[in-house]
């Protein structure tokens, strides 16, 4: 399994891609939506795009809970462990 | 076989869409009056949807009103009398005078004989899903000339202090006459439904839980925009490409598409995952039309053809996707 280094890199150049925000801007303590300005719609984006990559499934109900990078980070993590 | 036989009524070999015909009522409702209501900003609203203004009925304008100025249109574009209709379909959420139908009483609006007449429910896949329909009956022999309508008034079912969905819906009515052909040009449909996210999108409150505690507000629809795009761009990607399969064609012979009119981000999403050409014309009608459910398609390719986008002749694949979830799709030709 990735380990926590891997799966920010990979998630860094996935908000790259959604989104534009550059990939040294996507770190462990930054909000989704209050410091890269990914919305809900974008968010789900990032998600598929994560689940595809990573082989997770994250439902809805647990996305809103994906508050920071880290979070997707340590729930992606767990997910694959 | 012994016993009786019955004599079947031979159809035609095909069918095809003879005319297009658009409504959309005169009051344009901007996103700042929108924002009057919910707290929320003319940037923020076309950032989520790409929808700039969309058009509110009269009060006193009903479904039927905006249905029977779509079909002149469309009956005119087709060079069909109105007493040439055997059947028409009225897809729509939003009569809210629930019995008799809206068909029926646009069939006697139009001046039309005595055709077969009756109400779809299928929310945002209803245009396809009436296609589809109306394509069997003529195959079948159960019809000649079919007048199928989207009509919508959601701004009768829009909460306007629903931050998450009052400035998506507006309100409309798009017509097709389908008649027979000698040439495919409707191709199969793909179609199906999910009720496993019946709550996806939804009236908050039923007919009756209004009539049992009259101290409810009046029903509204509710929607979980995440889940409903996830669904609507990564499943209806496939639907999509499904369909384009079953017409016999690829996605490079394709020159237009025509998604139901949902949020301009489904559209984006859709065209980024099917991996559509540049070449293809892509409808973008919600920008100043909003969401009008049923309506959207047609109101979507009435458009493409008056700005001559399109011409008679070229390959559109028709997607409608929504409420049940149902969704469906089909490539045509444009008429």
Known sequence: ?81 | MTGPRLSPRPGASHARILGVGAYRPARVVTNDEICEYIDSSDEWIRERSGIITRHFAAEDETVVDMAAAASEKALASAGVRADEIDTVIVSTVTHLSQTPSASAELAFRLGTKTPAAFDIGAACAGFSYGLAVAQDLIRGGSAKHVLLVGVEKLSDLTDPTDRGIAFIFGDGAGAMVIGPSDIPAIGPVVWGSDGAQADAIMQDVSWLALRDDPTHKFPSLRMSGPQVFRWAVYEMSKAAKDAIDAAGMTADELDVFIPHQANMRITDAMIKQMGLSDRVVVARDIADTGNTSAASIPLAMGRLLEEGQIQSGDTALLIGFGAGLVYSAQVVVVP
Do not use: C, H, W
């Not at chain 1, 990032?46 to 809805?60: H, L, N, R, Y």
């Open chain 1, 1 to 81: 399994m990735a380990d926590q280094q891997e799966i920010l890199s990979g998630l860094a150049e996935i908000v790259n891609e959604v989104a534009g925000v550059p990939v040294d801007n996507v770190q462990l303590d930054k909000a989704f939506t209050d410091d890269l300005d990914i919305d809900s719609l974008s968010m789900v984006e990032v998600v598929v795009a994560a689940e595809e990559k990573f082989g997770v499934k994250i439902p809805d109900d647990d996305v809103k809970d994906l508050r920071t990078v880290g979070d997707a980070v340590s729930y992606i993590q767990q997910a694959g462990s």
